[in-house]
T-cell receptor, first 113, second 114 residues
Framework: ETGVTQTPRHLVMGMTNKKSLKCEQH?????MYWYKQSAKKPLELMFV???????ENNSVPSRFSPECPNSSHLFLHLHTLQPEDSALYLC????????????FGQGTRLTVV | AQSVTQPDIHITVSEGASLELRCNYS??????LFWYVQSPGQGLQLLLK??????LVQGIKGFEAEFKRSQSSFNLRKPSVHWSDAAEYFC????????????FGSGTRLSIRP
C-alpha cells in the first residue's frame, strides 16, 4: 500500500474518445505529479502541482489536460489521443520544502487503439 | 546539465549471487540520490535515499548503496539476491525540497537465474 491510488489500472480507448485518469493521495502531501513511462524511454515528468497550482508543464500536448481540485486529488483528462500516447501513466506525490522522496501510485496502463 | 546514467540496460544474476547496479550522475549542487524499484505493471517503490551523512545507506529488502562523490556514483548492492528481486531498478538524483526536480535514469532490468 503506497498511499497513492490510481484508477483505473487499465484503460483502452479509441482515438476519438474522452477519458480521465484519477489519482488520490492519502499522505497529506502538498505536491502531486503526472509521469509518463513508455517502453524503452526514461520516465518523463508531465505536470507538477504545488498546493493545487500547476507549476510545471513539460511541453505536454494539449490533448492531455490536468486538473487538481485539491491537494489530495489529481486528474488527467484525455481526448483525441494518438497510438503513441499508449504508456503507463504514473501519479506521484511529495511534501515540498522537506527532505522527502516522491511516492508513486501503481499506474494506469493506457492503450490507444 | 543534470543527468543520471545507468550503463547497464539488463543484468542477469544467479539466485544467491551478489548484485551491483551502477549509477552515475551529473549534478551542479549537492545531490540527493534515490534508488527505486518497479515490478512489472506496478508503480515505483523507494528502496533507499541519500541526503547527507553516512555515505553508505541501508534500504529495504536488504539493499544498500554507497555515495562516492569523487566518482559521481551511487551504486546499489545486495549481497545475495532472491528470485523476487527480479524487477526494474531506477536511480534518480534530485534537489532538496523539490521532488519535481528529480531526474530518473533509464533503468536497469534485473533478471534472476534459478
Amino acid at each position: 500500500e503506497t498511499g497513492v491510488t490510481q484508477t483505473p489500472r487499465h484503460l483502452v480507448m479509441g482515438m476519438t474518445n474522452k477519458k480521465s485518469l484519477k489519482c488520490e493521495q492519502h499522505l497529506g502531501h502538498n505536491a502531486m505529479y503526472w509521469y509518463k513511462q513508455s517502453a524503452k524511454k526514461p520516465l518523463e515528468l508531465m505536470f507538477v502541482y504545488n498546493f493545487k497550482e500547476q507549476t510545471e508543464n513539460n511541453s505536454v500536448p494539449s490533448r492531455f489536460s490536468p486538473e487538481c481540485p485539491n491537494s489530495s486529488h489529481l486528474f488527467l483528462h484525455l481526448h483525441t489521443l494518438q497510438p503513441e500516447d499508449s504508456a503507463l501513466y504514473l501519479c506521484a506525490s511529495s511534501q515540498e520544502q522537506s527532505n522527502t522522496e516522491a511516492f508513486f501510485g501503481q499506474g494506469t496502463r493506457l492503450t490507444v487503439v | 546539465a543534470q543527468s543520471v546514467t545507468q550503463p547497464d540496460i539488463h543484468i542477469t544474476v544467479s539466485e544467491g549471487a551478489s548484485l551491483e547496479l551502477r549509477c552515475n550522475y551529473s549534478y551542479g549542487a549537492t545531490p540527493y540520490l534515490f534508488w527505486y524499484v518497479q515490478s512489472p505493471g506496478q508503480g515505483l517503490q523507494l528502496l533507499l535515499k541519500y541526503f547527507s551523512g553516512d555515505t553508505l545507506v541501508q534500504g529495504i529488502k536488504g539493499f544498500e548503496a554507497e555515495f562516492k562523490r569523487s566518482q559521481s556514483s551511487f551504486n546499489l548492492r545486495k549481497p545475495s539476491v532472491h528470485w523476487s528481486d527480479a524487477a526494474e531498478y531506477f536511480c534518480a538524483v534530485g534537489a532538496w525540497s523539490s521532488a519535481s526536480k528529480i531526474i530518473f535514469g533509464s533503468g536497469t532490468r534485473l533478471s534472476i537465474r534459478p
